[in-house]
Antibody, heavy 122, light 108 residues
Framework: EVQLVQSGAEVKKPGESLNISCKTS????????IGWVRQMPGKGLEWMGI????????RYNPSFQGQVTISADKSISTAYLQWTSLKASDTAIYYC???????????????WGQGTLVTVSS | EIVLTQSPGTLSLSPGERATLSCRAS???????LAWYRQKPGQAPRLLIY???SRATGIPDRFSGGGSGTDFTLTISRLEPEDFAMYYC??????????FGQGTMVEF
């Protein structure tokens, strides 16, 4: 069974750095793009960016460019979302999601992680 | 940037009834690039429909999608208890960029 398992909830202070992870299993990691999606409390879904682990090609939503960094480690089939200086407004649930296979499902996200709650508060 | 507007905001129905959810785009969307997700409370979204009308793996046939251009629809033919949830449409453009609608809540 294909799975994306995310790291646990985090509580951080403004200005701190953070790295959350998304470990994948049961498929070839380098064959599928992995995206990150934000969901602020009580709100909808926002696409943040996406990475192709095969060559680390990374694309960002302009709204998140420069605010976060997306990376991947092929050796352990894991994608990451990183902040260098958190703000209270970064409080949200963050989901990783696998882009579908080439073909009709390619432009949707077919498998999702369980989400990581990030709370930023002084 | 293409903006997706979902309606209604909330749909109040009973189990066994038919639900029709709308997603309107601010510009034409390629029908291969329109998807629908269901999000139950406290859970991650789940892909229901991709490419406007193709059901994702394991999705029952009570879910169907349709539409073209700027108007798309998700229909649930007979609501089951697990279908009372939030639904999002999503589109892709070649920037690349994915955008989601604001969601429709189906409540009992």
């Amino acid at each position: 069974e294909v799975q994306l398992v995310q790291s646990g909830a985090e509580v951080k202070k403004p200005g701190e750095s953070l790295n959350i992870s998304c470990k994948t299993s049961s498929y070839t990691f380098t064959d599928h793009w992995i995206g990150w999606v934000r969901q602020m409390p009580g709100k909808g879904l926002e696409w943040m960016g996406i990475i192709y682990p095969g060559d680390s090609d990374t694309r960002y939503n302009p709204s998140f460019q420069g605010q976060v960094t997306i990376s991947a480690d092929k050796s352990i089939s894991t994608a990451y979302l990183q902040w260098t200086s958190l703000k209270a407004s970064d409080t949200a649930i963050y989901y990783c999601a696998r882009r579908g296979s080439y073909g009709l499902s390619f432009n949707s996200f077919d498998i999702w992680g369980q989400g990581t709650l990030v709370t930023v508060s002084s | 940037e293409i903006v997706l507007t979902q309606s209604p905001g909330t749909l109040s129905l009973s189990p066994g009834e038919r639900a029709t959810l709308s997603c309107r785009a601010s510009q034409n969307v390629d029908s291969n690039y329109l998807a629908w997700y269901r999000q139950k409370p406290g859970q991650a979204p789940r892909l229901l429909i991709y490419a406007t009308s193709s059901r994702a793996t394991g999705i029952p046939d009570r879910f169907s999608g349709g539409g073209s251009g700027t108007d798309f629809t998700l229909t649930i033919s007979r609501l089951e208890p697990e279908d009372f949830a939030m639904y999002y449409c999503q589109q892709y453009d070649r920037s690349p960029r994915w955008t989601f609608g604001q969601g429709t809540m189906v409540e009992f």
